[in-house]
Each structure stands twice: as C-alpha cells, then as structure tokens.
T-cell receptor, first 113, second 115 residues
Framework: GAGVSQSPSNKVTEKGKDVELRCDPISGHTALYWYRQSLGQGLEFLIYFQGNSAPDKSGLPSDRFSAERTGGSVSTLTIQRTQQEDSAVYLC???????????FGPGTRLTVL | GENVEQHPSTLSVQEGDSAVIKCTYSDSASNYFPWYKQELGKRPQLIID?????GEKKDQRIAVTLNKTAKHFSLHITETQPEDSAVYFC??????????????FGKGTHLIIQP
C-alpha cells in the first residue's frame, strides 16, 4: 500500500515568510509524528498526534511553530516568520497506534534564504 | 527528558567483517528501542527494534542487544556488505497506555563498508 507522503518535497522561502508543510499518513494509522533533521544531524522530535489531538507540544522549537491534524488523517506543520535556522528536512512519521512501529515519509527540505 | 548517546559517529569496516554500534539512554522508563537506517537523501527505514522485556533480538545478519541495568543497547551487523553503507540511528521512547513522547534519536553513525 501507499506509504507516508509529504509535500512539498522541497521548499525555498525568504526569511520572514510563513510556510506550510503537509503530511499524509498511511491509511488507518492513528498516530502521527513530526521530526526535524538538520544537515548531518540526528532527528529532533517536534510533536505527535493521537487522532486529532496533540497531548504535548513542548517539543516545538518556538511559538512560531504550530501543527494541526484534522479528520484523523492529514497533518500540517506551519512555521511563521521563518528564520534561517529553520532550514532543515522536516520528516513526518505515522504508526498504527502509539505503541507501534513508526514509518517515515520522504521529508520536506526547507531552505530559508 | 530522555537523552540518547550514540558511538561511534563514523565506523569504517572491511567488507565481510562485523560492525557494532552502541547507544546509551538516560531514562530508565524507556522501553522501546528501534534502529533506523538512512541512506543519503532517503527517509529513515526501520531495520530492527527491541522492547525492554527482551534482551536480544536477531534478524538474519542484524542483531540488537539490550542491557536495561546499564541502560545501553547495541546494533550488531555481521558479514557486512557494500549495501550496508549508510547512517544508522538508534532511538528510545517510553511506550505506555498513557501516551508516547515520540522517539529520542542518537546523532547517528556513518557506517562505511570498505571493499
């Protein structure tokens, strides 16, 4: 079946602009996770959703970051007033339940000029 | 919160030899430990995982061991092949009925298989 998909695959934006990143999880997966991977670094956990709710938002780097999930499926990660340090690959993952294997999407490479 | 340390950052081995990557974690409540392989420009892919009620798990050439007392776990790859060249990440998380905090990842090990 189809895996986790993300769009766009690449996004170049100017400092100060807002960007919206989209994640389509595997059908039937109730848990959805967002991570950030800076160049040559490990993955940094940002936020997770169980259904449409996000129990813990403390992993978001700043109040410029927000995420939502509607209908228990698609999720969007929004970064307002982007800064150069926001440049990274943003990865989404989903799992059948909170306690199961996470499957990653291909990521969105964000470049802030 | 959880902290995961991973060593070495780079590992070069001759084709056919074994490779071992080690990780330590800080939160004794962590009970799920996956390993991901990431090839250049690709998404991370799960290669093996272990839960804290098990001390060792093996899948063909790949094995993972877990020492809960010492809070460390290791990935072992035997008979390495060129296609094993990639960056490997260990991770830890707390899995319970009350919720999950997401995975805390190590910084990765760049495994290079020399022909």
């Amino acid at each position: 079946g189809a895996g986790v998909s993300q769009s766009p695959s690449n996004k170049v934006t100017e400092k100060g602009k807002d960007v919206e990143l989209r994640c389509d999880p595997i059908s039937g997966h109730t848990a959805l996770y967002w991570y950030r991977q800076s160049l040559g670094q490990g993955l940094e956990f940002l936020i997770y959703f169980q259904g449409n709710s996000a129990p813990d938002k403390s992993g978001l780097p700043s109040d410029r970051f927000s995420a939502e999930r509607t209908g228990g499926s698609v999720s969007t990660l929004t970064i307002q007033r982007t800064q150069q340090e926001d440049s990274a690959v943003y990865l989404c993952a989903s799992s059948f339940a909170q306690q199961d294997t996470q499957y990653f999407g291909p990521g969105t490479r964000l470049t802030v000029l | 919160g959880e902290n995961v340390e991973q060593h070495p950052s780079t590992l070069s081995v001759q084709e056919g030899d074994s490779a071992v990557i080690k990780c330590t974690y800080s939160d004794s409540a962590s009970n799920y430990f996956p390993w991901y392989k990431q090839e250049l420009g690709k998404r991370p892919q799960l290669i093996i995982d272990i839960r804290s009620n098990v001390g060792e798990k093996k899948d063909q050439r790949i094995a993972v061991t877990l020492n809960k007392t010492a809070k460390h776990f290791s990935l072992h790859i035997t008979e390495t092949q060129p296609e094993d060249s990639a960056v490997y990440f260990c991770a830890a998380s707390i899995r319970s009925g009350g919720g999950a905090d997401g995975l805390t990842f190590g910084k990765g090990t760049h495994l290079i298989i020399q022909p």
